[in-house]
């Protein structure tokens, strides 16, 4: 490979052909890495946003759960309280039923709240609620409760 100093018209000295061609291919080389870095973070960015339009999926089938959980309680409350006035039915009775109505649709929220966060069976997320309940001796409403209260399922273990 033979060198060459090229002249320039003001005196100046270009450089060689060969380091030319090594800064060249030191550029490419660069460029490369570049890209890759580029396509990496690409990926990156398009993995977020599908996580991210997951989550808002679970949300929105979150909140129609709660719809519909809040449209059937709704629907038993107006048929106890017609029982109530039929007579059929004692104050103390209805309130009993309408308390463990409520009691039932906070703890099935929460079962699909488990279930959408932890991807489980409906038995497994009921199994998680239960053992959250025992492990801190306060009843499964209440725990049930605090899920569905602040949709946040961290706090109870796997198992």
Do not use: W
Not at 27 to 46: K, P
Not at 61 to 81: P, Q
Not at 144 to 159: I, K, Q
């Amino acid at each position: 490979m033979s060198q060459q100093t090229v002249h320039t018209k003001n005196g100046g000295q270009r450089a060689t052909d060969s380091e030319s061609q090594r800064t060249l291919e030191e550029l490419s080389a660069q460029v490369a890495r570049d890209r890759a870095d580029i396509d990496a973070l690409q990926a990156g960015a398009e993995q977020a946003s599908a996580r991210a339009d997951a989550s808002d999926d679970r949300g929105i089938a979150h909140d129609t759960r709660m719809d519909a959980l809040e449209a059937r309680f709704d629907v038993d409350r107006e048929v106890i309280a017609q029982l109530q006035a039929d007579g059929l039915l004692s104050e103390e009775h209805a309130a009993h039923l309408s308390h463990a109505l409520q009691s039932s649709r906070k703890i099935g929220a929460a079962i699909g709240i488990v279930m959408a966060e932890r991807k489980v069976s409906e038995a497994a997320a009921f199994h998680i609620l239960s053992k959250a309940s025992q492990d801190s001796n306060r009843k499964l409403q209440v725990v049930a409760h605090e899920v569905v209260s602040d949709g946040n399922t961290r706090g109870l273990r796997p198992d």
